[in-house]
Each structure stands twice: as C-alpha cells, then as structure tokens.
C-alpha cells in the first residue's frame, strides 16, 4: 500500500514530505522535555528535519516540562507560554545551609501550587556571612531569573532584602538592606513567585 494524504490521490507513489508533515502537524504532539533547555534542544531538533520545522502561531510547538510538570508551547521559537498543571506539592521542608538555623515553630519550607511557589518560615543567623545563601529550594521550583522574594524586618529591627536566583538559592543581600544584623538575628521567611 502507498503512502499518501488527504492532499493526494490514494495509491500515489510519491507523496511529498510537506504534505506528509502538514498532515502531522494537524494532530499536535506534547513533546516530554527535562527543562527550560530541553525546549532549545526540541527546537534545534525540529529545525534539522527535512523540510525544516518552526513554530508559527497557526502551528504552534508543545512542550512538557517533566521538571515542572507544566505543558509549554511558541508560536515563533522565542517567547514560551506554561499552562501550569494543577499540581500541588504540598509543604516541602527546606534543607538549611551551616550559616542558619530553624527557629522553633517556624519550619522553613516551601509549597508549590500551579505555577505558583510560596516560601514560609523563619531562620536564625548562626555564623559565617549574613550574605550567605540560606537554603537552596528543590529542583523545578526555581524562578527562570533572580527576583526579590520579600523585604523583611529582622528580630533586631534591620530590614533587609531575600532574593532568590535561577539557581534556586535563597538568600539575603548585602546591598539592599538598613544596617548589618547582629550575630543571632532571625529573619522571617515570607514570599512567593510565579515558575515559568
């Protein structure tokens, strides 16, 4: 039997690729891909095909990010839409670098909900810089860039500033903050930011 589409005569023996291609591209697949540079890689990939493939706004490729467990499409190969699942992770304990401590009843954890990731607690400065990354949050639950979190008030009246970074480390900075905390300062944890 000869392969052919809907654009050609059954029994043609010499179908064409684009028609061939236009016809699965009518029936959309959700690629499953690691993370952000998986979708570089799936672009890349429909690119070296014969013909070539990009995305268009009448064809748009889909993605399924398995690190955030959302579905991703373009339409022109830049800009990335997520259509968050409806995921939610429930409180995950966070893991406390040797400068910072757990103050009692205030368990430093975050939650992801959708595309959305809550950080709560509150943390003790021990030692070592009080610029030092205080935890780093799970795999996939990292912002894309480094985003300002919140501006909390310290035990000993320093507002300083907790910023978190693509690399999913959360930390205080020296730059934007009143005055140094004195040894033994807690810090509040409170702040949240959109995953995409």
Do not use: C
Request: aromatic share 8%.
């Amino acid at each position: 039997m000869a392969l052919y589409t809907p654009n050609e005569a059954p029994g043609s023996t010499a179908p064409s690729r684009a028609n061939i291609w236009a016809e699965i591209r009518k029936h959309s697949q959700i690629v499953p891909i690691a993370n952000a540079a998986g979708r570089t890689a799936l672009l890349a990939s429909l690119a070296g095909l014969t013909p070539p493939v990009t995305p268009t706004p009448a064809s748009p490729v889909w993605a399924y990010r398995q690190d955030t467990q959302a579905i991703e499409s373009t339409t022109d190969g830049a800009t990335w839409a997520t259509w968050a699942a409806d995921v939610d992770s429930g409180w995950i304990d966070l893991t406390l670098t040797a400068q910072w401590a757990a103050v009692a009843g205030y368990t430093p954890r975050v939650r992801r909900v959708g595309g959305l990731v809550r950080v709560e607690g509150m943390v003790k400065w021990v030692s070592g810089a009080f610029d030092s990354p205080i935890a780093t949050v799970p795999a996939g639950l990292a912002p894309s860039g480094s985003i300002f979190v919140s501006t909390p008030v310290t035990s000993d009246s320093k507002v300083v500033s907790l910023t978190i970074g693509a690399s999913g480390a959360l930390m205080t900075t020296a730059y934007y903050r009143t005055a140094s905390p004195t040894a033994g300062a807690n810090v509040p944890l409170l702040g949240s930011w959109l995953l995409g």
